[in-house]
């Protein structure tokens, strides 16, 4: 993503573990999905947020320096929202594997179900972007998308190779992607060495690369930020250790603990301000990653109870559980409301906004719930094109016909 990499969302909003992930097969992926109420819902909301902070960025120039009024300064941490979502997926991929002695049941089976689960709807949003990009919207300042651009993003590569973008929010896909070959080391030193040695390993390197920055502080620029969010992916990762552990540990108070250690990251945040900690997103990341996961290990244990209970709640939960795809699709099309629909009906600023929520927030909404029926849910359900094939010939099947 543009403007210092804000965040539209993870990166994949991982989906529940399935056979092959590190389970024994389907009855404990759907143990797995029932026990573990609320996951689905977090990512749902975090994603909505994605599309409120792109409404915000889109609409107000200058950012970080922003031109929009300070009471619609809670939308500006769009980046953050990445962090959760990584937090989010290496919680839910590691949930399985820490139930059966942080193993898998191989590398090579778990990345296939990765790239069939994650690729599909990532390729047919590509093109959908591209679309947009070259016929209605441009999606980048840099230019619109090339041949090095179809190439690059079809590889899933933008995080190491730079090439006009087709969708701001992609730059976490490849992100993601590159934690994903990296999720199964980090399983094999949880196993081997413990706890502390994996979190040592993923985030002593990254803290001595700030250090050592001028001014203590590096200035990310537009490629390779995986190995700096890996020791959040991690934390993810060591947080499902929870869910497997004994009632000692499930039944400690995890959404306070998350709070005490949000406490002092928010505290410097508001001391300092939105811009010096936008301009610190390096040291931020590393320093919220630990409340994240606790949040996320809170509601995984159920609670607090009120939390668990909005979570879900039928519209969250439903919500979540096309989150993917909302992040996928919605940049283009909130982009689209405010470029070319927003300038023949009102005039810029604070009206713009309002048009671009009230029109491009349902219009993505619905859009994603649509595009998640095609692209989306059937590589959910199926594991291979043979079954999504007599999926829908059954459907047909079942089908009554329609007299004339």
């Given at each position: 993503?543009e ?26 992926a759907?143990?797995v ?5 609320g ?34 300064g ?16 290496g ?7 820490a139930?059966?002695?942080w ?5 090579g ?12 709807p ?41 090439a006009?973008?087709?969708n ?28 502390v ?6 985030t ?57 250690a ?31 996961t ?36 919605h940049?283009p ?72």
């Amino acid at each position: 993503m543009e403007t210092s990499r804000p965040a539209g969302s993870t990166l994949d909003p991982a989906a529940p573990v399935r056979r092959g992930e590190g389970g024994t097969g389907d009855g404990d992926a759907a143990r797995v999905r029932r026990q573990v109420r609320g996951l689905d819902g977090l990512r749902g909301l975090a994603a909505l947020y994605v599309v409120l902070f792109h409404c915000w960025l889109y609409t107000f120039p200058g950012y970080p320096h922003s031109s929009a009024p300070p009471w619609l300064g809670g939308l500006m941490f769009g980046r953050l929202a990445v962090v959760f979502f990584l937090v989010l997926s290496g919680f839910s991929l590691a949930i399985s594997p820490a139930r059966h002695g942080w193993r898998t049941a191989g590398v090579g089976e778990f990345l296939r179900r990765r790239a069939w689960r994650i690729l599909p709807p990532y390729w047919a949003a590509l093109a959908l972007s591209l679309v947009i990009s070259w016929f209605v919207v441009p999606a980048s300042h840099f230019g619109p998308p090339t041949g090095a651009t179809v190439l690059v993003y079809g590889l899933v590569a933008q995080d190491v190779v730079t090439a006009p973008t087709p969708n701001g929010a992609f730059w976490s896909i490849g992100v993601e992607a590159e934690l994903y070959l990296l999720f199964p080391l980090l399983l094999f030193v949880r196993r081997r060495w413990g706890a502390v040695l994996l979190a040592v390993c993923v985030t002593v390197p990254v803290v001595a690369v700030g250090l050592t920055a001028p001014g203590g502080t590096p200035v990310e620029g537009d490629n390779w930020l995986a190995p700096h969010l890996a020791p959040v992916f991690a934390a993810g990762v060591l947080g499902a250790g929870v869910v497997a552990a004994g009632d000692r540990v499930r039944r400690l108070p995890w959404g306070w603990f998350a709070v005490l250690a949000a406490l002092p990251v928010l505290a410097v945040g508001a001391v300092r301000g939105s811009v010096w900690t936008v301009n610190h997103y390096f040291w931020i990341d590393l320093a919220i990653a630990p409340a994240m996961t606790m949040l996320v290990a809170a509601v995984a244990t159920g609670k607090p109870a009120v939390l668990v209970r909005l979570l879900t709640a039928r519209p969250v939960h439903a919500l979540g559980g096309f989150s993917y795809s909302l992040y996928l699709i919605h940049l283009p099309i909130v982009l689209a409301v405010l470029r070319r629909a927003a300038p023949h009906f009102v005039s810029p600023g604070l009206p713009t906004f309002w048009f671009t929520l009230a029109v491009g927030l349902p219009l993505s909404v619905c859009a994603a719930w649509l595009f998640s029926r095609f692209f989306e849910i059937p590589f959910k359900k199926n594991r291979s094109w043979k079954s999504i094939v007599a999926a829908r010939s059954g459907a047909a099947v079942r089908s009554p016909a329609v007299s004339p």
